[in-house]
Structure formats: C-alpha cells, structure tokens
T-cell receptor
C-alpha cells in the first residue's frame, strides 16, 4: 500500500535561514511525487512535482526538492526563507491504478523575524 | 479560466439540516475529489470520481453522498448534518498522465459549521 510520512508537524525557522521539510514515501510501484503549499485560509496549490528525469526538481518561490529512490525520500528545501513562506506544506504521491493522491499529514512552517 | 470554484464559501447549519456543496471545474479534467480538512488531521478524502458517471468512497464517506452531474460538476451532500461534520471542505480536480494521477487543482474551500 502507498503511504506518505512527513516527519515534522511543525518547523520554526528564522527569516533568511535555510529550511528542509522532510517527506518519506512508501510504495511498491513507481510514483509521482508532489509538494503543495497552503497559505492561511486558502486552498492547496502546487509547489513542485517529480514525474521522472532529473532527481532535483525546482518549483515556485525558490523551493526545490530532491527525489531519492534508495531512501524513498522527497525532501523540500529552500536556501533562505521569507516571512511570506509561512504556510502549511503537504507532501503527496500518486501511483498504481487508483485515481487518488495520497497526502502526508502536513508540516507547518513558521518564520520568525 | 476560473479553475475550480466552490459554493458557498461559508455555511452555518443546525444539527439535522441538509445541504449541498457545489463544485465546478473548467479544465476539462476527468477526475474530481472532495476532501475535508480538520485541525491536526491533514486532508481526508471523502469521495472521488475518476470519470463522469463513476464515484467511489474515500477514507471518510459516512454521512455524505456525492453526485457527478457532468464532467464539470461534482456535488457533495450532507443529508442530516452533525456537529462532527464541522470542517473545511475542499474540492479538487485532476487529470492522468501515463496512468498516474497528475497535479490536483483545489478550490478555495467551504467553511461549514454545524451547531
């Protein structure tokens, strides 16, 4: 069965510091992997996705993620965060024949000035 | 393009009342979804529709019904609302690439309170 684990429920960082949000997936088949962001009182929107090809994926707002098949991880990184990055971040995977995406439980990123 | 739209944005119900949440997408996607989001619980799938004419239960279907009216519209009905259904409801749509579900596009959400 497919599953997605986000290892940190909350990550506090100082403004302009680097950040890494961790995500591990479990699947017996190939998967597509996604990171979504949810700003307060809004719906989710796509940050980036990995379908195939280069394992380093760049997304919007300076975020990037690296697909690591041997460690079944898809960690999200940003070298320098801004107050406007305060949001909840969801890792997700899709695979197999089901028309569903499996979401992780989310990581709340809080930025301190 | 409006993307995914949801109505209403806010709703307050009394226990036992019924209501229908509406969702429409203009991206010609085959698949549509209903999620609920509660504090600390992440997103939980209620129902989904892989294509027009089909619907399937998700993780938390009890107390809900859905209708895939046509390719554009997917509605969620609460027949007899309960306080446990107080939540934020999101509709989403997506397409498939090479058999995999691709990016889901989300609506802005409906904030429902059941008293």
């Amino acid at each position: 069965a497919q599953s997605v684990t986000q290892l940190d429920s909350q990550v506090p960082v100082f403004e302009e510091a680097p950040v890494e949000l961790r995500c591990n997936y479990s699947s017996s088949v190939s998967v597509y992997l996604f990171w979504y962001v949810q700003y307060p009182n809004q719906g989710l929107q796509l940050l980036l996705k990995y379908l195939s090809g280069s394992t380093l994926v760049k997304g919007i707002n300076g975020f990037e993620a690296e697909f690591n098949k041997s460690q079944t991880s898809f960690h999200l990184r940003k070298p320098s965060v801004h107050i406007s990055d305060t949001a909840e971040y969801f890792c997700a995977s899709s695979g197999g024949s089901a028309s569903k995406i499996i979401f992780g439980s989310g990581t709340r990123l809080s930025i301190r000035p | 393009n409006a993307g995914v739209t949801q109505t209403p944005k806010f709703q307050v119900l009394k226990t036992g009342q019924s209501m229908t949440l509406q969702c429409a997408q203009d991206m010609n996607h085959n698949s549509m979804y209903w999620y609920r989001q509660d504090p600390g619980m992440g997103l939980r799938l209620i129902y989904y529709s892989a294509s027009e004419g089909t619907t399937d239960k998700g993780e938390v279907p009890n107390g809900y019904n859905v209708s895939r009216l046509n390719k554009r519209e997917f509605s969620l009905r609460l027949e007899s609302a309960a306080p446990s259904q107080t939540s934020v409801y999101f509709c989403a749509s997506s397409e498939k690439i090479a058999g995999f579900t691709d990016t889901q596009y989300f609506g802005p959400g409906t904030r429902l309170t059941v008293l």
